[in-house]
Every structure is written in structure tokens, then in C-alpha cells.
């Protein structure tokens, strides 16, 4: 089982990056797949799910601005993200869980793409 993000990089404040993580090893289209973030010196945090079925859900730090969205097909998560922030730096994580709702309840994490955000 693994999942593998990409599409980190650095930006200024107010630009745009979209995240991608790819599943392979086990169904993702059945689990509750999130991103978290880490930023620097911080304990990780939820930004965002995405489970069939439920409401998508969003941190209100990132509501309005981030999108999450899934295509089973291609067993890919995204993250698109806009109006982009110094306090959006931070590794982000790809998750899945099979537990939905938030996805807290992680059984496989990717090893994270890191997003710089310079004022």
C-alpha cells in the first residue's frame, strides 16, 4: 500500500499550487482519503476529506480557498490551492482512512510534498 504526493514547491503569497497524491496496493475509491499539513516547529493538522457518499470537509483556515477532489479512475487525490498564505507553509501529507468523516483515522500516509509560501 502505498500513496505518493507531488506538486510541492514555492510560490508567492496569493499564488496557486495543486497537490497530487497517487494511490496504488489497495482500493482507495472505498476509503475516506485527506490531506493534513505539518508546518515548521507544529504538530500536524486535518485540512481536508473527501469520502463517497458524505460532504466534502474543510479546516477553516483553508475553507474558500483549497479545493480537495478525487478521480477514482486514476486513483488520484487533489489538492488545489489558491490565495495562498506565509501560514500555508508546511509539509503536506496525502491520507487515507478507512473510517470517514475526516479521515483521521489514517491507515496510510504518503511521505508528504512540501509547499513554501514566501510574503
Known amino acids: 500500500e502505498e500513496l505518493v504526493e507531488s506538486g510541492g514547491g514555492s510560490v508567492q503569497a496569493g499564488g496557486s499550487l495543486r497537490l497530487s497524491c497517487v494511490a496504488s496496493?489497495?482500493?482507495?475509491?472505498?476509503?475516506?482519503m485527506g490531506w493534513f499539513r505539518q508546518p515548521p516547529g507544529k504538530e500536524r493538522e486535518w485540512v481536508a476529506s473527501i469520502d463517497s457518499g458524505r460532504p466534502i470537509l474543510y479546516a477553516d483556515s483553508v475553507k474558500g480557498r483549497f479545493a480537495i477532489s478525487r478521480d477514482n479512475a486514476k486513483k488520484t487525490l487533489y489538492l488545489k490551492m489558491d490565495s495562498l498564505k506565509p501560514d500555508d507553509t508546511a509539509m503536506y501529507y496525502c491520507?487515507?482512512?478507512?473510517?470517514?468523516?475526516?479521515?483521521?483515522?489514517?491507515?496510510?500516509w504518503g511521505q508528504g510534498t512540501q509547499v513554501t509560501v514566501s510574503s
Open positions: 496496493g489497495f482500493t482507495a475509491s472505498r476509503y475516506c
Open positions: 491520507a487515507a482512512s478507512r473510517v470517514g468523516g475526516d479521515c483521521s483515522n489514517v491507515d496510510y
